[in-house]
């Protein structure tokens, strides 16, 4: 090997081989969609099925499963869904991070104004 190799080989091999894997890596990234449901009407059925949620949390056995069920169903009537359709918006949410976390914020602030004192200024 020559002098110039033996230097200089890790800075070449460096110069070609992180771009590729780089290049490559960047590929193999899932290509995020755009949920089906527009974000306010995502927002709005959110705040329902977590009130619904928080409602069930002293609620237990059959009980719990019996009233979990009619929650989502008077859920799925208000915002003119089935249960399919429920699960499938729960189901884009969790395959995009990025839009659950930006619903959900919204989320978290329209709870929090439902939970203000009337009059609040």
């Known amino acids: 090997m020559t002098y110039f190799w033996k230097r200089h080989s890790f800075r070449v091999l460096r110069g ?3 771009p ?6 960047m590929a193999c990234v899932k290509k995020q969609t755009e949920p089906s449901m527009p974000r306010d009407k995502m927002v709005k059925l959110l705040v329902d099925v977590h009130l619904a949620e928080a409602a069930l949390q002293n609620v237990f056995g059959a009980a719990k499963d019996s009233l979990a069920e009619v ?3 008077d859920i799925c009537a208000i915002h003119r869904l089935n249960r399919q359709q429920l699960d499938k918006v729960l189901a884009e949410l969790r395959q995009n991070p990025l839009v659950m976390s930006e619903t ?3 989320v978290i602030q329209r709870i929090e104004r439902r939970n203000e004192p009337e009059g609040k200024d």
Do not use: D
């Open 16 to 18: 070609i081989f992180l």
């Open 20 to 25: 590729v894997l780089l290049f490559s890596g």
């Open 71 to 73: 929650y989502y169903k």
């Open 104 to 106: 959900y914020r919204e």
